[in-house]
């Protein structure tokens, strides 16, 4: 006679009642039962009551532990097939679905599926809980060879020069370039997973000091209230390089009557501003309608082309409020302002001279956290023209007041920044 049965994966398992090896086991067991009851009722009741209920515990811890081991073998059987699912073997995990669920009917709801099977069969009591300083335990795990410390050994025999035979100041400056001068340190956090030694060099604390001192300059020359540099770079709230701020505004308006009367248009109109830094405290600043697809891929140099950028410089801030602020200055190049102004000059053949004011644009942002990424929100807290009129030297200063047309800047990370490294660290 033969069934079938649907499990909570969406597989269905086909039980033939023929089974001999779970038989047998079921068997075994009531078998071992039997034999332990019987010799409960051949004994005299005279004898005493401790002897029976030292039967009976016996019989009971006899039926835990074989309830145990059938469930264990259960539970590798069922684990079995789910790899044999996941790797689209789906008939050979059917039978071990089959298998399993005759041992434990109930076996899928008993396993717990964040804890996987030791790949390597080795010590669980040794990597039960969390370690700690995992730095100074692969520090532990590495052996001395001439003493020199082995970075890594290669997995095979090879005819060429490997990575391990360089010293470990060589391959920290090549993780140096990794980091690059765009401060990449996503990559160098990859690069740590190759192996335990290059873990080690990916920790070493000069990559991550000189990290910050590009970040936040003199005042971060002390570590307090942070344990490390790393955990300074990670944690202490700074502007992101590896990709580009934006913020993106719509709303509608009202246009012109049509000529009969009948009907007024409405327009939507959207636009967007993108903010890019850098390392060394460039900013680049672009108001344009064009979609981030066109507009991201020509943000990647800081020697763009793209007409109506303007470019400045940024610095950060950080109040007693405990809030950081980012405060950009901005304004359009000077070949952009000399080609404008001899475009509207009437008179630029006798009077090729430069414009006599200067626009420069004040932004101060309040840099925030949101979801699951760090540092990845720009709020607008300042926008102000600052206009400079070179023949007295007055400033004159417009600010704009702060309305839903100034929308939140919001973080997108670009690959292809961080693609290549011109610099090192």
Partial sequence: ?????????????????????????NLQVEL?????????????????????????????DLRRKQELAREEKARELFLK????????????????YRRAMQIVPDIEFKINYSRSPDPDGGNENDMDGEIEDLLAYFHQQLTLQDNSLKI?????????????????EVLIYIFRWVVSSDLDLRALEQLSLVCRG???????????????????????????????????????????????????????????????????AWHQVEYYRYLRFFP??????????????????????????????????YRLSQDTDNQTKVFVVV????????AEYQRNSRFCRRNPAAPETEHSFHVGLQLSSGGRQSFNKLNWIHHSCHINYRSTGETVVTAFDLDQMYASFFFARVKSYTAFSERPL
């Avoid at 009722?41 to 515990?57: F, I, M, T, V």
């Fill in 152 to 168: 890594c050994v290669p997995e095979v025999e090879m005819t060429q020069m490997h990575i391990s035979a360089l010293p470990p």
């Fill in 331 to 338: 304004s359009k190049r000077k070949e952009e302002k000399v």
């Fill in 81 to 96: 097939a789910v790899e044999e699912e996941e790797n689209g073997a789906v008939y050979e995990a059917i039978k071990y």
């Fill in 280 to 313: 060394d405290g460039q900013v680049m600043m672009l108001t344009t309608p064009e979609d981030p697809l066109v507009t991201v891929p020509r943000l990647r140099s800081r020697n763009t082309r793209v007409e109506s950028i303007m470019c400045g410089h």
């Fill in 32 to 60: 071992n039962v039997f034999r332990a009851q019987w010799m409960s009722e051949l004994k005299p009741n005279s004898g005493s009551n401790g002897g029976n209920r030292g039967l009976s515990s016996r019989a009971a």
């Fill in 1 to 25: 006679m033969a069934e079938s049965i649907i499990n909570s994966r969406g597989i269905v398992e086909d039980h033939e009642g023929d089974n001999e090896d779970t038989d047998d086991s």
């Fill in 198 to 264: 290059f873990y080690i060099c990916a920790r070493d604390p000069e990559i991550w000091r000189s990290a910050c001192l590009r970040v936040w300059g003199r005042s971060c020359t002390k570590l307090v209230p942070f344990n490390s540099w790393r955990e300074m770079f990670l944690e202490r709230p700074r502007v992101r390089f590896d990709g580009v701020y934006i913020s993106k505004t719509a709303y509608i308006r009202q246009g012109e009557e049509s000529l009969d009367g009948f009907y007024r």
